[in-house]
């Protein structure tokens, strides 16, 4: 029994206990995964169809895209993602679970499932004899990282490929049902493999029962992952695979606000109490050797005016092997200095290193979308959080929000996690808003007289905006809030719950009469729930997003250059262009016929055309270079 289960059982054994009434589970669905399907459907070419790749080969998954890179990597089932793994090599890993390429759950089962995989595109190593030139891979592998951790049955491997039989071989395995960091296997590929069009793949298999889970059907999940990173083959000696000459980020920059990942574009000059914190770096130093010198610093840039300011580097001598944590001043004032109702601010920490060395992985960035809510999660879901048990119809749920300006509360958006079947789908909730009293919610000041539900939605999947209907606006002038939900249900929600932030003392449950904090009763982490303020008419969360029956057309579509917008309707005043993992990567305002997407990367994005009217048309568009 692993540990994240030796908590659900514990739970269990406390049904007298309010402790016994909140509980994790691991994720039924991806949806990063699922916004990338809908916004992309796309096949990839046949890897026969392609040039062999040669020696050396290189893969960190540092450029991040949801899905492997098709230049190297033949399917697209292993996630590419910097939330699910512990302190990777660099940043960016593959993860395999038991999700498949739709974002859906493979097998519920007692018996061990072949679910993920991820295979390399062919290579020709004919050129190669054994063993004057013996081929090494070698890879570096973490079972559970900050997803679930597999099952005593469950295992990892690596397989080979001869095109002469045309058979897939075992090369290696592993069988582990607790967390580890990251491990290294070198491998001296066998000489029967110097072929042409040789391949290899990591495979995984998962198992899980029915009867295995706490929360009842609604929280039926299965995730049993494994993270893989900074695989090598070429002809070096095992030496150099392990003796690696890299410094790199591992992180995203992260926490770049005191309290909040972001809060309301307009109540942004009136928190500058916490938008000068802290830039964090995690960087690791893969060299074996001396000492090394290495420059760290970050950047930002207002991309509504296009301002940028660079900060200073601070220059510091790294030992050997060695993570390093290092939170250097941010001195980046956030601030709104114009009438747009959304701030886009990018924001950059990178590396300065010795020459030589891979500089890919040594700058990592993030765009900060302010729009109208106050938010503590970084959007992806890990787990999944919920009450349930007997007598829990009536639970109550809160989240604590400081609020900087007296301003209408409008909405709360959340994210539920699809389970098994769509069983929570149906499930009810009234939202609910409380005055703080003490450090804990006090007196009741809204209750929805309608019954919301998680859902099902053939949409985009994410947040969803559940409205605050009052006959009068509920204007918040108090410095703390807390929202949230009564549930009409005891079965499992399955909120959306993100371990990558740790926002769990605000998070208060009451199912007996009495509030009270989780605690050390789940890992820390925090419930996807955000709270909306300001115009009726603004909107976030792809669920808000309608189309108009205004005629516009993209063109040329696929793009490289400029963008043309043709429109019979209203003109167009704002184009917003979002990448498939849900990031606003290039906005302009004014009245509209084009706009320059040459800087962008190839790939699909969806476009966003705001009228005058505030209407909002959804396109998607092809980027190609």
Known sequence: MNWFKYICFSLLLLTCSVLAAQSLQGLQENPVIKKYLIDSPFSLKSATDDPLLS????????????????AKWADHYAFINSSFAIDPLSIGVATLDAIDENGDVYAITNSPTSSDKITSRGFDLSFYTFPDDTVRLSFFYQCGGNGEVPEINDSLLLELYSPVTNQWKKGWYVTLNNPTDFQQVILDLPGDYYQRDFRFRFRNYTSISANDVSGGEGALSNADCWNIDYILMNTNPSSTHRSISDITLIDPPRKLMDIYEVIPWLHLNEAQSITRNFMYFAIRNLEKGDLVNVGRSYYIKDLNTGYIEAYEEYFEQFGPDTIIRRGDPFFAPFTRNDNSEEGLIEVGSYLVTPAGQYKQNDTSKIILNFRDYYAYDDGTPEYGFGISGPSMAGALLACKFRVFKADTLRALDMLFNKTRDNFNADLGFRLCVWKDEGGKPGELIFMSPEVFTPGTSSAMPGFRRYAINTDEDLIVTDTVIYVGWKQETAEFLNLGYDVNRNNLNKTFV??????????????????????????KNVVTGTEDIQETAADVVLYPNPVSGILTIGSDGPLIDRVSIVDVSGRLVLQQVGTLNGIDVSGLSPGVYQVLLTTGKEQQINRKIIVSH
């Open 55 to 70: 020696l050396p080969f290189f893969e960190d998954f540092s450029t991040l895209s949801v899905f492997p890179d098709p």
């Open 510 to 535: 009451n199912v007996s009469g009495d509030w009270f904090n989780p605690g050390g009763s789940i890992i820390p982490g925090t419930i996807m729930i955000r709270a909306v303020f300001g115009n």
